[in-house]
């Protein structure tokens, strides 16, 4: 019953912080459908204010299949600062398929494990943003088609919890980016560019962090 | 120009059949509708994103359906919402709405607007002979359509009557000189009752659904919407949940 227990840990963790005044950071969800780029914009903001990362990175999807914390990351902006837990979550998706991981070499029984605890990661995912979140920073990779289903509920989900939420269009190092589309998609809210993986923007990604969730 | 495809940025012209069988350049079968001009690249955000702050949403209760309905809403309103029906060709209500709804190449039948109807399917092999039905044409009472169809001789039914409703546009009504061209999203007859089609698809499926070991479709809104912990799968269907109950006994 280790899982167990170690599960009731975070649950009461949570459970106090859910009764905790002001001064306890604000727990951000980093949301986004498989390979956004969730977990390297995570370890960017983590290995920027903390010297830590969150978890390892790969093109592969669901390689995050557990929600992974970063606590207490402290970013300072204009003179404010804002204390935040991170939480990476694993890719939302209404499809987990272990054939799409045969092509990156992988074992079949290797890869039916990955797609049985991607699924359980999106439950999880989707059990955190019902209870656990404060904010959301949603992250879509900037060369893919933006009008999904997944993306259109979750952003409507976030929307009825009330939960302020950023739209970031990462990969704009690609050729192929369209941050408009992304923009064209979610207008109602702001969408702000970026590479994760090459630090470009970060500055106004922080920014705005600092403003939306400070 | 009033259909965008999403993916690529390409640009339809009103009635355009081409997007019936997919973006000619990418394939993508995704878009958008315009129905002012716009470039080929991509347009200015139909809402200023840049200057307004992002506005919470309306309260009403917790209803998760009515705030993805809300963003359906909005993201459609934006998209739907320049302001410049002067400049549509065609100009008839019911052509951008049949317009619209070619995308989905669903057939319906409208009486009101035959010529428009029957052009927007009339790539289709059986478009000329679906004219006639759906002119009311059932029996004694011919509709004007197909006496123009008649008229023209050897033409082709189907090229008589997609051209037809290309010349006849001077003959059709004015464009309305404000408002809105399309329906309002809200119209029950225009869209399709995103409670009703949730409750479908939760209907269909619980929260995780098993296709064969390693293959799994998932209810997102079943998942978000329950109070159970899934933790783990088990091969053999079962879940193991952790359950709210347990939780608070556990919480001192």
């Known amino acids: 019953m280790g899982l167990f227990a170690e599960l009731r840990d975070s649950i009461s963790r949570v459970s106090a912080s859910l009764f905790a005044d002001d001064s306890e950071p604000k727990r951000i969800g980093i949301y986004g459908p498989p390979n956004a780029g969730k977990t390297t914009l995570a370890n960017r903001i983590a290995r920027d204010w903390t010297g830590d990362a969150v978890g390892p990175e790969s093109h592969i999807p669901h390689e995050t299949r557990r929600a992974r914390r970063k606590e207490n990351v402290e970013i300072k902006r204009d003179g404010k600062t804002v204390n935040i837990d991170i939480v990476d979550t694993p890719g939302v998706t209404t499809k987990v398929d272990y054939s799409e991981f045969l092509e990156h070499d992988m074992e079949k029984d290797e890869a039916v494990r990955r797609s049985r605890e991607a699924t359980e990661g999106v439950a999880e995912a989707m059990h955190w943003l019902r209870e656990d979140v404060d904010g959301v920073i949603y992250v879509l990779d900037s060369t893919e088609d933006p009008f999904t289903q997944v993306n259109t509920m979750l952003i409507g989900i976030i929307e009825s919890r009330d939960l302020p939420v950023l739209i970031l269009a990462n990969k704009t190092d690609l050729e192929g980016a369209n941050i408009q589309r992304v923009s064209n998609a979610f207008p109602q809210h702001e969408t702000i560019p970026l590479s994760a993986l090459e630090g470009e923007n970060m500055d106004e990604v922080y920014e705005k962090i600092a403003e939306y969730f400070g | ?252």
Request: with cysteine; hydrophobic share 30%.
């Open chain 2, 1 to 252: 120009m009033p259909h965008q495809c999403t993916n690529c940025g390409h640009v339809f012209a009103d009635g355009s059949k081409e997007m019936l069988s997919g973006c000619p350049d990418c394939g993508g079968n995704k878009f958008q509708y315009h129905p002012g001009d716009v470039d080929e690249a991509p347009a200015d955000p139909p809402a200023d994103a840049d200057a307004e702050p992002p506005e919470p949403p309306e309260q009403e209760g917790s209803s998760v359906a009515g705030a993805v309905g809300r963003a359906a809403n909005k993201v459609r309103d934006a998209v739907t919402s320049d302001p410049d029906p002067a400049a549509r060709t065609t100009g008839d209500d019911a052509g951008a709405t049949d317009a619209a709804d070619a995308s989905s190449a669903d057939a319906e039948t409208d009486p009101v607007a035959p010529e428009t109807e029957a052009s927007a399917f009339a790539d289709e092999p059986d478009a000329d002979s679906s004219s006639a039905p759906e002119t009311g044409g059932e029996g004694d009472e011919p509709a004007e359509a197909i006496d123009a169809n008649t008229a023209t001789g050897d033409e082709d039914a189907a090229q008589a009557d997609a051209r037809s409703s290309v010349v006849d546009t001077d003959s059709l009504p004015d464009a309305p000189s404000e408002g809105r061209v399309v329906k309002e999203p809200d119209d029950p007859d225009d869209r399709p009752d995103i409670e009703a089609l949730r409750q479908e698809l939760n209907d269909q499926f619980e929260s995780i659904r098993i296709v064969a070991p390693g293959q799994y479709e998932l209810n997102l809104m079943e998942l978000y919407d329950r109070q159970e912990y899934i933790i783990a799968l088990q091969e053999d269907g079962q879940y193991v949940i952790e359950v709210p109950d347990a939780w608070e006994t556990d919480d001192e």
